[in-house]
Nanobody
Framework: QVQLRESGGGSVQVGGSLRLSCAGS????????ITWHRQTPGHQREWVAG???????TFSESAQGRFTISRDWAKNTVYLQMNTLKPEDTGVYYC?????????WGHGTQVTVSS
């Protein structure tokens, strides 16, 4: 059974950092891609970043240069390191994966950046 669980969210001030975790089970991060999305009230989920099974990363324009992705094989976990946070980074962050033709989502973790 494919499951994803996000953690690491919280409240930080502008310029601060957070590291989000996406722990997966039922699939392998070395094979299946992981993407991060952000959602704010009244808006659709917005793609933030992604990593393929072979480790290639991509970032949205707003995340480029501030966010990085790393992986822990033993924990089957993907990390989203977010630096120099801005108020517009506020939202619920979800990770997702594609497995056997289906998309699976975690339940999200809240990030709040205040000035």
């Amino acid at each position: 059974q494919v499951q994803l669980r996000e953690s690491g969210g919280g409240s930080v001030q502008v310029g601060g950092s957070l590291r989000l975790s996406c722990a997966g089970s039922g699939f392998r991060i070395s094979i299946n891609p992981i993407t991060w999305h952000r959602q704010t009230p009244g808006h659709q989920r917005e793609w933030v970043a992604g990593v393929t099974g072979d480790g290639s990363t991509t970032f949205s324009e707003s995340a480029q240069g501030r966010f990085t992705i790393s992986r822990d094989w033993a924990k089957n976990t993907v990390y989203l390191q977010m630096n120099t946070l801005k108020p517009e980074d506020t939202g619920v962050y979800y990770c997702s994966t594609q497995f056997r033709g289906r998309t699976y989502w975690g339940h999200g973790t809240q990030v709040t950046v205040s000035s």
